[in-house]
């Protein structure tokens, strides 16, 4: 299966989804290319397809490559209804190739695959390993499709596969960097208004109407970045660069907070603009070292 097939696959998140053979994950429409992403907690994943027609049973078995995720390669087993055993992709005795897929920009290990016409009917696919454990990727169907409604869900499942599957921390970035867009974004925008506020009077009396304006989006964003941050902490208290940067977070909140008094009552000629432009570094900085640390 070449990489741009790959690239092309419908991605379905299944983890956390108990299934069985009573309950399995059902796989509509067979033979477009679809992902399944899974994690084995302790038992097999069921799959079942069900088709009034022949068609083309393509299956192939992935596993994602990160650092920290581990475990068994897996294994599928196709089933007929009747319970005869189709084929048997057996992780164990197969080559992995690495590979890398580029709609998602992730790494993979491709293992055994499957592609044969099959009569209409019930088949079941049974994902394994010894233990039952990891995290694995099934890819189902070669014919590419991508049409609006599936590239929409695409825009919302995959940031969730980078957490889920490959253990990237996309959902606390999200609201790390909304914090800090909402706040160093209203002090970027002062800090221009105070520039402006050296040519007149009028300019200064309307740079202290905008931080009143700004005055509630800049404190949500230090509220939700300071949730977020001390939330990243408590995974991790003991990270020096985190720990550090914790201090410099209490010194921005209380920085933002002085600053914000000054302008409130500044005079035309009295402007705070060094202190507001240290203010904007120093939340650079902090941007920065929370990359780091996240």
């Known amino acids: 299966m070449s990489i741009c097939a790959v690239s092309a696959h419908q991605p379905r998140l299944e983890a956390g989804t ?22 084995l907690n302790g038992q097999p994943d069921y799959y079942k397809i069900t088709s ?9 078995i992935l596993v994602p490559q990160s650092p920290g995720i581990n475990g068994d390669f897996v294994s599928a087993q196709i089933t007929d209804s009747s319970g005869r055993t189709i084929a048997l ?20 290990l491709q293992g055994p695959e499957f ?13 394994f390993n010894a233990g039952n454990t990891g995290k694995y990727s099934m890819a189902v169907g070669d014919i590419e ?10 825009i919302i499942t995959i940031p969730l596969l980078k957490e ?38 009028e300019i200064t009396q ?6 009143s304006a700004v005055k509630p989006v800049l404190w949500l964003g230090i ?41 409130a009552k500044m005079k035309f000629g009295k402007l705070p603009l060094i202190r507001t432009a240290v203010l904007a570094i120093l939340w650079l900085i902090f941007v920065y070292w929370a990359i780091a640390v996240i």
């Open 145 to 154: 499709s991508f049409p609006a409604d599936e590239s929409l869900k695409a």
């Open 89 to 108: 992709l057996d992780g164990k005795k197969s080559g992995w190739m690495p590979m890398f897929e580029e709609f998602g920009g992730d790494y993979y």
């Open 223 to 263: 509220l939700i970045t300071a949730v977020v941050w001390i939330y990243v902490m408590f995974k991790d208290p003991l990270n020096i660069v985190g720990i550090i940067n914790t201090i410099l977070l209490v010194i921005l909140i209380v920085l933002s907070w002085y600053i914000g008094s000054k302008i």
């Open 164 to 201: 889920q599957i490959f253990g990237k921390p996309v959902t606390t970035l999200f609201f790390e960097f909304l914090g800090i867009i909402l706040a160093l974004g209203s002090i970027m925008v002062l800090f221009a208004m105070l520039i402006l506020s050296k040519k007149s009077e």
């Open 18 to 39: 108990n299934s069985s053979m009573d309950n399995p994950i059902v796989i509509q429409n067979p033979e477009i290319s679809q992902a399944f992403y899974g994690n």
């Open 206 to 211: 309307l740079t202290i109407k905008v931080n």
């Open 52 to 60: 009034d027609k022949p068609f083309k049973l393509y299956v192939n």
């Open 115 to 127: 592609s044969q016409n099959v009569s209409a009917g019930t088949y079941y696919i049974k994902v």
